[in-house]
């Protein structure tokens, strides 16, 4: 991982009615350093900062603080928390990702309450195999998948599909490249029940619906 200090430049608003103290050019300007730490490139917060007066005329820079009273007083610092927020605009995406991703896991989660709680026939269930059949499959394959064939009252009827896989990503692909066709579901039925069906989600045994 690549991560360490970079420093920027900020560049401020010329000063007016002051002069510089080296060479009495009426060139100051407001600027500051900012030395953030990043990883990849990406800025994730300020670890350093410092507020400067530059002149165009020779050049010098100083820090504020070192300013002549009369320059200190019309300097505006370009340090300001709104400058910090914006260079550090890694922590901020970084945030907004996790927000995006807490929000995406909690309507997935929703929807997945939703199905569960009123099956249709054709619902896909991604399950633990071993929550549902006792010793029903080797643990080197734990994941099997169910379809939803009927729905009794609270009776909930599946096939279950002839295969069992090692982990999620399988399933995924498996269902994508041969879930429509025909033999895909072996004969072998199983039947639970809403309550039960509830509880295997909120335990993890049900991983994903999909309808
Ligand atoms: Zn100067």
């Known amino acids: 991982m690549s991560f360490g200090i970079k420093t920027k430049e900020l560049q401020g608003v010329y000063i007016s009615g002051a002069s510089c103290a080296s060479c009495n050019t009426a060139a100051l300007r407001n600027t500051g350093t900012i030395k953030l730490f990043h990883v990849w490139g990406i800025p994730l917060f300020p670890v350093w900062a410092s507020s400067l007066v530059a002149c165009a005329g020779c050049s010098s820079v100083i820090k504020i603080k070192n300013a002549s009273e009369d320059v200190r007083h019309k300097a505006n610092s370009v340090i300001t928390p709104k400058a910090l927020l ?21 309507t997935s989660s929703q929807e997945k309450q939703a199905f569960v709680a009123a099956p249709q026939a054709g619902d896909i269930y991604t399950v633990k195999i071993a929550a549902f059949v006792p010793d029903g499959s080797p643990s080197n394959y734990p994941y099997g998948i169910f379809k939803v064939i009927k729905v009794d009252g609270d009776k909930v009827s599946f096939v279950v599909a002839s295969n069992t896989y090692g982990d999620l990503k399988s399933v995924r692909k498996s269902l994508s490249d041969d879930g429509r066709k ?4 072996s004969d072998f039925q199983i039947e639970s029940d809403l309550t039960a069906l509830k509880t295997k989600l909120d335990t993890g045994a049900i991983n994903d619906i999909d309808r």
């Open 86 to 106: 914006k260079s550090s605009w890694g922590l901020s995406l970084l945030v907004l990702a996790i927000i995006g991703l807490m929000y995406l896991g909690y």
């Open 182 to 185: 025909a033999d895909f579901y």
